[in-house]
């Protein structure tokens, strides 16, 4: 008998939702701050009150007149842009979410029909399929409790991404109000925002979770390996809303963005977001419903999977045969440290230091990556002395591992780690400070060609160092504690998730503020300032996409493990034809999601480019600035566009699992995985990092800084409209196909985890009957 946790179960039926209730009220009292911004034209309103003597955005007036801009005019027109921002957004969710909503309901069906079909729709207990001297549940209940499971995950994942839109537009124009006053001050609207979003999400993910569990087990008592199978269907709900929020928020986006850049940079030669082009209210819709309700939702699900994951293994381990709630919950207990650890974090951008210069935004992003990494290493190492016994086992395909406490820490603290160089590589890739940023920006000389050459070259290169980092991680974590080691591998990644969103986030609220003060005809010297936040941002969001693909390749691999366990696979054999025809399918399916979701950017874009000639064309005044375009006809572009398109994308990966495993087997199914995972990690990193190190070089030779930079520009110049042709192709690739892989990878694999059971008992009918 192995003994028990130091931490009293009653302690952890305590501490968890508390931590997660703290979280909300952090996000609830940062929001609070942010609204202290007020968007009326009272000069006096704008006031942010009396606390803490002027620091940090609080206690300072509006400076009242800025080089000939009427302060009331210039308030109330950002008001306007906010409010045109934040109803397309919102129209354009609740579309898509209709139609999510309807597959929500079907899959839900399919969930309950498939696992309860495993015993006949029996509803006597059963052998447990680990131990069957004990009886569990029937597989019906099984079903049932999966298929709300799915159902609480998918509206969790909804929600999260809705929260986050609505808290984005929320900010964005008062980002640019305080943007007035200094860069300081915008920078602290934009972080607190982002931190709205963070610690909402963490912390209701973790919350929703933990009730769950705890409702379920009043039905299920001592059988926790039906438990947490059910559990499981929280990390399918989770994903498969995500899968849609990103691809068709990416579609989105893009299609304005680029509609808009082709049109208005290169054939009109105007600014980014100048008001008269009619795709500039899409471009800026796109920047929240792609970039913050999709990456919202992506990284929910990755949190959710890792947890479910985690807690699958772990059940069928001396946790969950012993009954030891405390060291079951360790997934849970890492989480409730890490939204403990963000919150202090936070206070060091948002309190304990003050920004005051531009040069300061990007340390300040990077340090808290760093300062969350380092508490947090300190929070795993005490979660792990009090939750955990000195001494356990965990199921390895078929054995018992013995595990000793302290390499459960270092598992945790390899993912942690891990998550940190994966950032800063992506950073080093991405980021204009850098010489291979500088190097793309300096191919711009001799044309959109050797750009393009140039930051393919990037990207590919930019893949080695995570692979290896995610390699070690995988090789470490798998030798101490099999696969419960990777699926807490990738937990430690996503610990520090509230910090990771909070930057995230700050990135697109920073470009939104950007084109309301270009839309609302605010001074140069303020886009300048909006200008500077948003390079920061740039380079911080493709951090954040580096860390969701590092954990969802951990994820994705746990998550394989828990399925082959369940599946009654003991070992996976390439030199069988079943597995490696899988590999290949597999190693295929992530070409063949990327080509869909490109071609959707690229022939929504074009309906963008034709909507936008045809309104310059045909519009008198527009040019001028007498007359205003119709920015409610290139919303609806983007809308339709993205809503239709979407769907091909998200059947193709929600149906390769079930029609492999119906057909082929467990065996072909576990290939297709495995195939998915390996190439999919790698087009997904290099995706990002070439479309932000395209972006990041557009935007060097615009900002002019070193004299580098100089003899590139100005704006208008060829070299930036070769820089911008780049950045035009790097758009999908950075916000559309490279973040959704991380989606396809963990979806298929969780997937296949819950419905092991169905594919283990009816699946592989061809090989059956051939």
Avoid at 416 to 445: H, K, M
Avoid at 726 to 739: F, R, V
Wanted: hydrophobic share 50%.
């Amino acid at each position: 008998m192995v003994a028990p946790a130091l931490l009293p179960e009653l302690w952890t039926e305590i501490l968890v939702p508390i931590c997660a209730v703290i979280g909300i009220a952090f996000s609830l009292f940062q929001w609070y701050v942010v609204s202290r911004v007020k968007l009326t034209t009272d000069l006096g309103a704008s006031s942010s009150g009396g606390a803490n003597n002027g620091k940090n955005g609080y206690g300072d007036y509006l400076i009242e007149e800025e080089e000939g801009v009427n302060d009331q005019s210039v308030v109330a027109k950002c008001a306007e842009i906010q409010t045109a921002i934040s109803e397309g957004a919102t129209s354009f969710l609740f579309t898509e979410y209709k139609y999510v909503g309807v597959f929500m309901i079907f899959f839900a069906a399919v969930i309950f029909v498939f696992l309860g079909s495993v015993e006949g729709f029996s509803t006597d207990n059963k052998p447990c399929t680990y131990d069957i001297t004990r009886t569990c549940k029937p597989a019906l209940a099984t079903a049932g409790f999966s298929t709300i499971a799915f159902v609480l995950g998918a509206v969790t994942s909804v929600l999260s991404g809705f929260l986050g839109m609505k808290i984005a537009t929320y900010a964005n124009a008062r980002t640019t109000l305080e943007a007035r006053k200094g860069v300081g001050k915008a920078f602290i609207v934009a972080f607190r925002s982002g931190a709205v979003m963070g610690f909402l999400l963490a912390a209701s993910g973790l919350l929703v979770l933990y009730i769950t569990i705890n409702v379920f087990k009043i039905y299920y008592g001592d059988d926790w390996e039906g438990l947490f199978e059910a559990i499981t269907g929280y990390g399918l709900g989770g994903s498969s809303m995500a899968l849609f929020g990103r691809v068709g928020g990416g579609i989105y986006t893009k299609a304005a963005d680029v509609g808009a850049d082709l049109v208005g940079k290169i054939e009109r030669n105007i600014p980014e977001d100048d008001p008269r082009n009619p795709a500039v209210i899409a471009d800026n819709v796109g920047d929240n419903v792609g970039d913050i309700a999709g990456m919202g939702s992506d990284l929910f699900g990755s949190y959710a999977e890792a947890s479910c994951a985690a807690l699958v293994v772990a059940s069928i381990s001396s946790f969950g045969i012993n009954h030891d709630f405390t060291a079951m919950c360790y997934p849970l207990l890492i989480s409730s440290m890490g939204i403990l650890v963000c919150l202090i974090t936070t206070l060091f951008a948002t309190d304990f230091f003050e920004i005051k210069v531009v040069k300061e935004i990007e340390p300040a992003l990077k340090n808290q990556l760093i300062i969350s990494t380092v508490i947090m290493t300190v929070g795993i190492a005490i979660v792990s002395w009090v939750g955990l016994p000195s001494s356990f086992t965990i199921f390895n395909f078929g054995t018992q591992k013995v595990v000793k406490n302290w390499q459960l820490f270092l598992c945790v603290c390899v993912g942690l780690w891990a998550g940190l160089i994966i950032g800063f590589v992506t950073e080093y890739y991405t980021s204009n400070a850098y010489s291979p940023v500088q190097d793309v920006a300096d191919s711009c000389r001799t044309g959109a060609a050797t750009n393009v050459i140039f930051g393919l070259a990037l990207g590919y290169k930019s893949v080695i160092i995570p692979i290896f980092a995610i390699a070690i991680s995988i090789f470490v974590s798998f030798s101490f504690a099999a696969m419960y080691g990777v699926a807490v591998a990738a937990l430690g990644m996503l610990s520090t998730i509230a910090t990771g969103l909070a930057i995230d986030a700050y990135g697109p609220i920073s470009d939104n503020a950007g084109g309301i003060a270009e839309m609302a005809g605010m001074s140069h010297r303020i886009r300048e300032r909006t200008d500077a936040l948003d390079a920061a941002g740039n380079t911080t969001a493709a951090i954040g996409k580096g860390f969701a693909i590092g954990s969802a390749a951990l994820v994705s691999l746990a998550l394989f493990g828990a399925f082959v366990s369940r599946a009654g696979i003991h070992t996976v054999d390439v030199l069988t034809p079943k597995v490696i025809i899988g590999l290949l399918v597999g190693a295929m399916l992530p070409y063949w999601f990327s080509a869909m979701t490109m071609k959707s950017v690229g022939s929504a874009a074009l309906k963008m480019v034709e909507e936008v000639r045809r309104q310059f064309n045909t519009i008198p005044g527009l040019m001028e600035g007498t007359a205003k375009p119709d920015y409610a006809t290139c919303v609806k572009i983007s809308t339709d566009a993205s809503i239709k398109e979407m769907i091909p994308p998200g059947c193709l990966v929600m149906l390769t699992p079930l029609i492999v495993g119906f057909f082929f087997g467990v065996e072909t199914l576990s290939g297709v995985l495995a195939g998915s995972l390996v190439s999919g990690v790698q087009i997904a990193i290099s995706a990002s990092n070439t479309g932000g190190a395209w972006d990041n070089a557009k935007k060097y030779i615009e900002a002019g800084v070193s004299e580098h930079a100089k003899s590139l520009g100005p704006k208008g110049s060829e070299p930036h409209k070769a820089a911008v042709i780049g950045d035009t192709i790097g758009d999908p690739l950075k916000d559309t196909s490279g973040p959704s892989l991380n989606i396809l990878i963990k979806l298929m694999a969780v997937e296949s985890l819950v419905f092991a059971p169905f594919f283990a008992t009816h699946g592989g009918i061809l090989f059956k009957y051939l």
